[in-house]
């Protein structure tokens, strides 16, 4: 199965991941999601007919970019790991149910979108 994987940044609780979860799997030519939250890496699985149309690939690339712009949360298709670029582990996130952040972080938001971050 072939698979797309995207940086995704202001992911910092697990509501976030379902948010992200979601705005992926409304994009046609998904399949599944993965998230990584502490690498803020995300591998989303194609079907088998975006997987079997390789020019396919930058378009919902693109569109699965924009589906989480839309939602809150700005990604990038995947570069080297922090690690292996820098040669240091990336910084560690939040993996709890609320994840705590400072206010000037844009945590600690109205919690209305469902998220403790104002997702």
Same mark, same amino acid.
């Given at each position: 199965?072939?698979?797309?994987?995207?940086?995704?940044?202001?992911?910092?609780?697990?509501?976030?991941?379902?948010?992200?979860?979601?705005?992926?799997?409304?994009?046609?030519?998904?399949?599944?999601?993965?998230?990584?939250?502490?690498?803020?890496?995300?591998?989303?699985?194609?079907?088998? %007919?975006? @997987?079997?149309?390789? /020019? !396919? #690939?930058?378009?919902?690339?693109? $569109?699965?970019? +924009?589906?989480?712009?839309?939602? *809150?949360?700005?990604?990038?298709? %995947?570069? @080297?790991?922090?690690? /292996? !670029? #820098?040669?240091?582990?990336?910084? $560690?996130?939040? +993996?709890?149910?609320?994840?705590? *952040?400072?206010?000037?972080?844009?945590?600690?938001?109205?919690?209305?979108?469902?998220?403790?971050?104002?997702?």
């Amino acid at each position: 199965m072939s698979s797309i994987e995207l940086d995704v940044r202001n992911m910092s609780c697990n509501t976030c991941v379902n948010h992200v979860t979601q705005a992926l799997k409304q994009v046609a030519g998904v399949r599944g999601v993965q998230v990584d939250l502490p690498s803020g890496r995300v591998r989303v699985q194609l079907d088998d %007919a975006a @997987a079997a149309n390789p /020019a !396919a #690939t930058p378009p919902l690339t693109t $569109a699965l970019v +924009a589906a989480l712009d839309a939602a *809150g949360y700005p990604a990038a298709p %995947a570069t @080297a790991s922090a690690t /292996a !670029a #820098t040669g240091k582990a990336a910084p $560690a996130r939040a +993996a709890s149910s609320g994840c705590g *952040g400072a206010p000037s972080q844009g945590h600690g938001r109205s919690r209305s979108k469902g998220c403790c971050c104002g997702h």
